[in-house]
Structure formats: structure tokens, C-alpha cells
């Protein structure tokens, strides 16, 4: 019966759930961590159409490049044969549609341009892991992406064996605000598109520790009453979007914390995560739930604008 369900929400997806993610753009610089992310989209733009723009953005120090400046055509022409390779590579190997930029300037700044130029939908990114993204988040590429890009960003963490593109096991982290309700929606259709299962999660603050009250047993009672009735908005959500069933989840602790512990649990292959806009991304990333979810769960995290 599920599955006689599920049959019938894939027949009567639309044309625009089905691409969704239709035009991709991946940053790359040829590491493992960024293959990682080009098999990703890949696999996405094969299951569901659509077309990848590979870019590779060469940065030149006015300092360095004056004391080398035959580094500068070296980097080009590598990267020129990067792309090249990239491209063809991509063509053969999973039959879609490449485009492969090589740009002059801060990568950030150039992945985000081209998303903007483009028109495109998504922006793919690899990590490199626990300690190398924490680094990243402090003013590099994956934090000024995240913070200035116009479309949702897609953060890959996994290795390229396990890039697939599908996503089955949905995690939706959700406060009832206008971001996490974007998030869900996205979640939803994503659900559509995947026959996914979505679980979301409502986490109380341990209002306790930041204030120092005693949490008597009414007042435990009224925190999840008011969980409940977050949920609830969810639930209201999915059923204007085809009816897909939500799994729902409470938990109570740090929000950064019972995410990557619930996610872990439950095995998600997905977290899709509202975006506050500019400054509150910002804030979010240095040192906040934000950070935490993405510089320590292990799957990836999709970032929805």
C-alpha cells in the first residue's frame, strides 16, 4: 500500500520537482574532496536531467605571482587541462551535459558569481573533513559560499564510492520559522522526487542552563506541549504538499548537538538545514548550530536560501 502510494506521488510529480536542481554549479579543484562533490551532482543530473557547470577558479597574490610570475600561466594551463579533462570525463562517463569554466579570482567569490550568472540552482561543495572544514568555516570557501550564495548549497560529506545523488533518509531540523519552513518544503520535494522518508526534529533548549531555573515538572509538561505544537505546523506543511507522512522527533539539549546525534541514529543520508539570510548565516557559521552540523555530521548537509 506505501509503495502503491509512493507510485502514484512519482507519476504526478511536476516538471519543476523533478528538476528541482536543474542547472548545478560544483566548485572543483581536482581533490578528492571535490570529486566527491562533482560525482554527487552528477548522479543528481543524471537521475532527474538537467545540465553541470564545473568551476575552477585560479587565485593569483599580487605578492606571489610578482616574485614567480611563471607560476601565474602555470596554473592557468593546468587548470585549463583540468577542466578539459573534467568535462570529458564527465560526458563519457555519465552521458549529461557539461559546462567547465576556468576563472581568474577568489574561488568564493567566483563560484558565487558564476551561480548568480548562470541562473543556476544549487552549488555542490566537498569538505575536507572535521579539521580542514573547521578551518574553511572561519572566512573560507565553504562559509562565504554559504553566506553569499543566492541558491540553496549542497556541503558533500561522504567519499566519491558513496556519491549516488539519492537521498532516502531526510533529516528537517525545525523551529516552525519561516527558514526552517523553506527548509522543510524543500525537504518535501525532495521526499517526491526520491521516495524519501523525512523525520523532523524539534529540539528544546535546556532553558536551565541558560538561565539557571529549576525545571519543575509543569513547566517540562508546558515545553513539550509547545514542541508538539511546532510539529504540528510541520505535519499542516506536509499535508498541503501531497500528504507525505512525517516522522516526527523531540529532543531536549544543545540544537547542534541533538542534530548530529539524531542524524547519526537514525541513519539519515540527508540534512537540510534554513538559511537566515546574509548576517544571520553569518553569525550562524562562526560558532553556532550551523557550525556545529556541519563541521561534525556525516552526511551531507543541504543549506536551503
Not at 211 to 233: C, H, M, N, P, W
Request: glycine content about 8%.
Amino acid at each position: 500500500m506505501i509503495k502503491e502510494a509512493q507510485d502514484i506521488i512519482r507519476q504526478s510529480t511536476s516538471v519543476m520537482e523533478r528538476n528541482m536542481y536543474e542547472t548545478i554549479v560544483v566548485g572543483f579543484d581536482d581533490s578528492l574532496n571535490s570529486r566527491a562533490a562533482l560525482i554527487e551532482a552528477s548522479n543528481w543530473i543524471k537521475r532527474h536531467g538537467g545540465k553541470i557547470i564545473v568551476v575552477h577558479a585560479v587565485y593569483f597574490d599580487t605578492e606571489e605571482f610578482g616574485i614567480a610570475p611563471e607560476q601565474q600561466e602555470k596554473r592557468l594551463k593546468v587548470g585549463e587541462k583540468m577542466c578539459l579533462q573534467t568535462k570529458e570525463r564527465l560526458t563519457s562517463e555519465f552521458g549529461i551535459e557539461v559546462q567547465s569554466l576556468l576563472c581568474e579570482g577568489d574561488p568564493p567569490t567566483v563560484i558565487v558569481d558564476i551561480a548568480k550568472e548562470k541562473k543556476a540552482d544549487l552549488i555542490v561543495l566537498g569538505t575536507y573533513g572535521r579539521r580542514g572544514l573547521n578551518r574553511l568555516l572561519m572566512g573560507s570557501v565553504t562559509s562565504q559560499v554559504i553566506v553569499n550564495s543566492p541558491v540553496d548549497v549542497l556541503v558533500v560529506k561522504k567519499p566519491c564510492t558513496a556519491c549516488t545523488g539519492a537521498y532516502k533518509s531526510i533529516l528537517v531540523p525545525f523551529d516552525a520559522s519561516v527558514y526552517s519552513q523553506k527548509a522543510l518544503n524543500q525537504a518535501l520535494h525532495l521526499a517526491k522526487i526520491n521516495s524519501a522518508e523525512v523525520t523532523v526534529l524539534y529540539v528544546i533548549p535546556r532553558y536551565e542552563e541558560m538561565l539557571g531555573f529549576f525545571k519543575t515538572e509543569s513547566i517540562k509538561k508546558s515545553l513539550y506541549r509547545e514542541a508538539q505544537g511546532i510539529l504540528d505546523v510541520a505535519k499542516r506543511i506536509s499535508s498541503g504538499n501531497g500528504g507525505i507522512s512525517l516522522k516526527t522527533e523531540i529532543q531536549e539539549g544543545q540544537p547542534g548537538e541533538e542534530i548530529i546525534k539524531t542524524a547519526a541514529n537514525l541513519k539519515n543520508d540527508l540534512i537540510i538545514m534554513g538559511s537566515y539570510g546574509y548576517r544571520g548565516v553569518n553569525k550562524a557559521i562562526i560558532g553556532s548550530t550551523a557550525e556545529r552540523v556541519i563541521i561534525n555530521a556525516s552526511c551531507p548537509i543541504l543549506v536551503v536560501k
